[in-house]
């Protein structure tokens, strides 16, 4: 009856030990997985970047694809002063990967009482571009006027241009967007914890780099 007393005793001793155990490697494994997951995704990284240049995290957009969503903004009107209209027309776009800039040309049209008749002409300005996280768009910013220049104008009306030019540059662009990220272009990308960080401009079109997700 002793030894069988003894078994017994040994045998819950021992349980509890597993069950404490258990519950200790439980608690480790509860409190380590967002150790984990991050491990994972720093190893997704590091598998990436072992990969050749193109299986690197990215995601391009086109230069086709800026013009027709910019494009959806125009024309535009500006009234200058009370004497002049200027009418811009969706913007020619051209990409200076050199500058990681783009440059944009429109055309204008000039009219009004200053005016006897329309007049023709060209805006140029060019500008970098930001990634906006709250909406996941790409956004025109640092912007640089170049130059408004319309044929046959009126002094009076030549120095109004000249004045109102960079004003009416921002209004036309800064912080316009060019392009908003789709969920399902950035689900890879999430899977991976990771999010949109740097934009290089290409020959090709804008070139959309990732980083790692802060914890």
């Not at 996280?133 to 009076?156: G, V």
């Amino acid at each position: 009856m002793l030894l069988s007393f003894n078994l017994i005793s040994s045998n819950c001793a021992t349980r509890i030990r597993c069950s404490r155990l258990f519950r200790a490697f439980f608690q480790i494994a509860v409190s380590s997985y967002r150790c984990l997951i991050r491990a994972l995704a720093v190893a997704a990284w590091v598998l990436a970047a072992m990969q050749p240049v193109q299986a690197q995290p990215s995601f391009t957009v086109s230069e086709k694809q800026l013009r027709q969503e910019l494009a959806q903004r125009f024309p535009l009107r500006y009234p200058i002063a009370g004497m002049l209209d200027l009418d811009l027309q969706a913007p020619q776009l051209s990409l200076l990967p050199r500058q990681n800039r783009v440059s944009a040309r429109m055309s204008v049209e000039a009219a009004g009482p200053a005016l006897r008749r329309s007049h023709s002409g060209t805006f140029d300005v060019d500008f970098a571009l930001r990634y906006e996280p709250s909406d996941h768009t790409i956004r025109a910013y640092q912007l640089k006027f170049q130059n408004l220049q319309i044929s046959q104008l009126p002094p009076q009306a030549s120095e109004l241009l000249s004045l109102y030019g960079p004003a009416i540059a921002r209004q036309a662009l800064q912080e316009v967007v060019l392009h908003q990220l789709r969920p399902q272009d950035l689900a890879m990308a999430d899977n991976l914890g990771m999010q949109p960080h740097s934009i290089t401009v290409t020959d090709k079109g804008l070139v959309i780099g990732f980083v790692l997700k802060p914890l």
